[in-house]
């Protein structure tokens, strides 16, 4: 099962650098967020969770992180910045379901 999610969130990742960023989306906060930074900071995490075991700081971090995407995912418009974003998100979920099996 661990193997299984480590390589599907191997997968994710490829397929998220694969996509082109939404339009229209760098400098902008969507409550109280900066769209580019929440991108960036799930792409770190789950960068990381393939490499190995997080800290206690950033795991808490992960999870903070993944409790932001509730708010934000309900305030972004457009087809393609809804999709991209719940990718990103479904990303950051799968990085912290990884390293919750690694702690077992």
């Keep these: ?3 299984e999610k480590l390589d599907a969130l191997s997968r994710m990742m490829a397929e998220h650098m694969a996509r082109p960023f939404p339009p ?6 969507i409550e109280d967020q900066d769209m580019v930074m929440l991108d ?4 770190g995490y789950a960068t990381s969770v393939l490499k190995g075991p997080l800290t206690e700081r ?7 992180l993944t409790a932001m995407f509730g708010k934000v995912l309900r305030a972004i ?4 910045a809804i999709r ?7 990303m950051a979920v799968l990085a912290a379901e990884v390293e919750d099996l690694r702690e077992k």
Excluded at 40 to 43: H, K, S
Excluded at 58 to 64: Q, S
């Design 58 to 64: 950033h795991r808490a971090g992960l999870m903070r």
């Design 40 to 43: 960036a900071d799930a792409c």
């Design 1 to 3: 099962m661990f193997e």
């Design 24 to 29: 229209g989306f760098r400098g902008l906060d």
């Design 77 to 80: 418009e457009g087809e393609y």
């Design 84 to 90: 991209y974003y719940t990718h990103v998100r479904d």
